[in-house]
C-alpha cells in the first residue's frame, strides 16, 4: 500500500471536484492531492445518483467501490490495491481514525463541503473475513416519510391502525431486519395525537432512532445487562397514556407491557420478523405463562407488518402480459390481472434519443441512471385480530405455515398479496417484490 501522504508518479491530469472534505475542530490531513480528488470525486458521483452509502472494500489486492441506491447494493469500478488501499485511508483519516489501529470495528465523521451546503457524514471502518470494509453514509439530508400514508400505506388500512390505537390495548410492530423498521415504528407512533395523550419510547442507548416529536425516549443500556423492563417502572410514575416499547426481546418487558392494557394504556411494541404471522409467534415465545400467552392474544388488536421496496422509475416501466405459469404459482386466477411492468429502455422523446445517438452517448435513463428503479414504498400486512382469528394462534400455536393459510383463508392479504397488488398496479416489478420478500 502506498502512504496517502506521498506523491505518485505519471499522475494524469484529474478534475478538480466541486467538494471537498472536513474535519470540525481539528487540522486539515495531509493528504496525496492527486488521491484526495479521487476520493472527493467517489462521493461526488454517489451524490449524483442519490447514493445513501458509499462501501469500499479492500482486500490488499484490490478495492471494489459499491453504492447503496434505494436499498440495494450496486457494483461500481473496482481500484487496485495501491490506491484503494490509499484511498480508504485518506477517508479514515478524515473521520480521525488511528491507521496503525488494528481493530475490529472504528467509527467516526467527517463534513462534506458542497458549492451550496455541507452536512456530517458517519465512517466506519469494520475487518471483516481478511477485508477491510470501509462505509460512509451519506443519506444524513434525506427526509425520511413521517406518516404511513406518506411510506405508502392505503388510506383504509392507516384507519385501521388509527382504530385499533384508540382503545386500551396492544398493537405490534414488525419487519425483517435492516428494512426499515424504525421508520414504520415512528410513523405508527405518530398516528397518536400526541397533544392529547402522553407517549413515552423505550429503546437501547446503542441504537440510533430518529426522535418522535412529542414523544420522549428513555433509554436502557444491554451492555449493563438493562433491558426495557429496567426503565419501565420509573416511566410508569408520570401515568403515560402510551408506551412504546421499539424492540422487544425479553420475558419480564414482555410481562410489564401485558399488564398495561388494564391501566387503560395502549401499548406499541416491536420485534423483527418475517411477517405479521411470525412477529405473533415471537411474541407468544416471549410469554413464560399460559395465562400471559391468552392475555396477549386477548389484548392484541393488530400487527401492522412493513418491509420497504424500489418502486420502477416512471420513465423505463413497461407493460407486460403476466405468463400464464407465474400466475399459477402466485394462485391468481388467469385473466384477473392484465399486466405487470418491468424496466426496460427509457421512453425519452425521438429527438433526445436521436442526439444522444450523434454524441456518442449511450442511451441511459436520465432518471434512474438505468437501473430501473427510482425511489421507495412500503409493502405493508395489516393484520387485525378478531376472535376467530385469536383462535387460530390459540389453537395451532405449534404450527406457524398451518396458521398462514388458515389466516389467508379467513381473508387475510399475505405481503406476497399485498405485493402482487403493487406489482400489478405498475408500482413496482413482480421481481422486486420477490426480492424482498425471498421467494
Ligand atoms: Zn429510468
New binding site residues.
Given amino acids: 500500500m502506498i502512504w496517502p501522504f506521498g506523491k505518485k508518479k505519471q499522475e494524469p491530469e484529474l478534475v478538480e471536484p466541486p467538494l471537498h472534505f472536513f474535519r470540525p475542530e481539528a487540522p486539515m490531513p495531509q493528504v496525496n492531492p492527486y488521491l484526495y480528488i479521487q476520493a472527493r470525486t467517489l462521493v461526488l458521483n454517489a451524490l449524483s445518483v442519490r447514493g445513501d452509502v458509499l462501501r469500499i472494500t479492500y482486500t490488499g489486492k484490490a478495492a471494489q467501490v459499491q453504492l447503496c441506491i434505494d436499498g440495494v447494493y450496486h457494483n461500481r469500478e473496482t481500484l487496485d490495491g495501491q490506491s484503494g488501499g490509499a484511498i480508504v485511508a485518506i477517508f479514515k483519516l478524515f473521520a480521525g481514525f488511528d491507521l496503525k489501529a488494528k481493530v475490529p470495528r472504528q467509527e467516526g465523521e467527517f463534513q462534506i463541503v458542497l458549492p451550496d451546503r455541507r452536512f456530517m457524514c458517519r465512517v466506519e471502518d469494520r475487518l471483516v473475513k481478511g477485508a477491510e470494509v470501509l462505509t460512509v453514509h451519506l443519506d444524513a439530508e434525506k427526509t425520511r416519510p413521517h406518516k404511513l400514508e406518506d411510506m405508502g400505506m392505503s388510506e383504509k388500512m392507516v384507519q385501521q391502525v388509527r382504530q385499533a390505537l384508540d382503545q386500551p390495548g396492544m398493537v405490534l410492530v414488525t419487519s425483517p431486519p435492516h428494512l426499515g423498521f424504525s421508520t414504520v415504528f415512528n410513523a405508527v407512533v405518530r398516528v397518536i395525537d400526541r397533544y392529547m395523550r402522553d407517549v413515552v419510547i423505550v429503546q437501547s442507548v446503542q441504537d440510533r432512532e430518529e426522535p418522535v416529536e412529542n414523544a420522549p425516549a428513555t433509554t436502557f443500556d444491554p451492555e449493563q445487562g438493562e433491558t426495557p423492563a429496567t426503565v419501565i417502572p420509573q416511566l410508569l410514575r408520570r401515568y403515560p397514556n402510551v408506551v412504546c416499547v421499539r424492540k422487544v426481546a425479553d420475558a419480564d418487558t414482555m410481562a410489564l407491557l401485558l399488564e398495561q392494557p388494564e391501566q387503560e394504556r395502549v401499548v406499541i411494541f416491536g420485534l423483527l420478523a418475517r411477517d405479521d404471522t411470525e412477529a405473533v409467534f415471537r411474541a407468544l415465545a416471549l410469554c413464560e405463562q399460559p395465562e400471559q400467552k391468552e392475555k396477549l392474544l386477548e389484548q392484541l388488536r393488530a400487527v401492522v407488518g412493513h418491509r420497504v421496496l424500489r418502486k420502477l422509475?416512471?420513465?423505463?416501466?413497461h407493460p407486460y402480459p403476466p405468463p400464464g405459469q407465474l400466475l399459477q404459482q402466485l394462485g391468481i386466477p388467469p385473466g384477473k390481472i392484465k399486466a405487470f411492468f418491468k424496466?426496460g429502455p427509457?421512453r425519452l422523446p425521438p429527438e433526445q434519443i436521436e442526439q444522444m445517438q450523434k454524441q456518442g452517448t449511450p442511451i441511459i435513463?436520465?432518471?434512474?441512471?438505468?437501473?430501473?428503479?427510482?425511489g421507495q414504498t412500503g409493502l405493508f400486512e395489516l393484520l387485525s385480530l378478531d376472535e376467530q382469528r385469536r383462535q387460530l394462534f390459540a389453537q395451532r400455536a405449534a404450527n406457524l405455515d398451518s396458521v398462514r393459510g388458515a389466516l389467508r383463508n379467513l381473508g387475510h392479504r399475505t405481503p406476497l398479496d399485498e405485493g402482487v397488488l403493487l406489482a400489478a398496479r405498475g408500482i413496482t416489478s413482480i421481481q422486486e417484490v420477490s426480492r424482498v420478500l425471498k421467494v
Avoid at 365 to 374: D, N, S, T
Wanted: hydrophobic share 20%; proline share 18%; net charge neutral.
Fill in positions: 422509475c416512471e420513465l423505463c416501466k424496466p427509457p435513463c436520465p432518471q434512474c441512471q438505468g437501473i430501473g428503479y427510482f
